[in-house]
């Protein structure tokens, strides 16, 4: 596994290596030890996985405040999905800022998204699956979402949003008085 940085410090982007031969692919999707210098002490404690049926949905953008924070590893098993990290680190020098990478099964790339940050992603194939690993236990009452459309993040999705669920179509927007996530 190839670790590799993002413009956003922090957010960061593993290539996965492949193994083929005449019978198809062989993947390791998680290791403590190569992933020891962005995983660092946490643990991972649940893995998660989404199947999205409808080309141009969206999910997200989700994040849990402290002390339930948590970084998420997020991988496309199946489909292909663009997939979005936005810093709401409090007093970030990038704070705001969003970075996007494509991901599907053939690139194995695999975003790691550290405490701080929002996600969510598009499918662009229909029934996209993804796979998330994460570092804190899911806690709806710490959950927090923003709106996909927000603008003052101004992401540029790739698809015409055509679904998206009621709690998402909710988030509230940002205001003067969001101050991001302090951890
Ligand atoms: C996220 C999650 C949801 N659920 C339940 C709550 C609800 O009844 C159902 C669907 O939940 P949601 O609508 O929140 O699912 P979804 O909108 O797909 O939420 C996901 O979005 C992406 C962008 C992420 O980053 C994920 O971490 C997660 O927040 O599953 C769990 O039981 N455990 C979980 O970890």
Not at 47 to 68: D, K
Request: aromatic fraction near 8%.
């Amino acid at each position: 596994m190839n670790i590799c940085p993002s413009p956003i410090a922090g957010l960061l982007v593993v290539e996965t290596i492949p193994y083929a031969d005449v019978r198809g692919v062989f993947s390791r999707l998680f290791c403590d030890k190569e992933l020891a210098p962005l995983i660092s002490s946490r643990q991972i404690v649940q893995v998660n996985h989404s199947r999205t049926a409808t080309v141009g949905a969206i999910r997200g953008l989700h994040f849990q405040h402290p002390p339930h924070a948590e970084m998420k590893l997020v991988r496309c098993l199946k489909g292909r999905v663009w997939d979005v990290a936005v810093d709401l680190r409090q007093h970030s020098p990038t704070f705001l800022h969003w970075h996007a990478e494509e991901l599907t099964p053939e690139n194995a790339l695999m975003m790691a998204i550290p405490e701080g940050f929002g996600h969510g992603f598009q499918v662009l194939e229909p029934d996209s699956e993804l796979l998330y690993l994460h570092t804190a236990h899911y806690t709806p009452e710490a959950e927090e979402g923003l709106r996909y459309d927000d603008p003052h993040l101004g992401i540029k999705w790739p698809h015409t949003v055509t679904e998206l669920s009621e709690r998402d179509a909710k988030h509230s927007l940002i205001d003067a008085n969001f101050q991001g996530i302090s951890l």
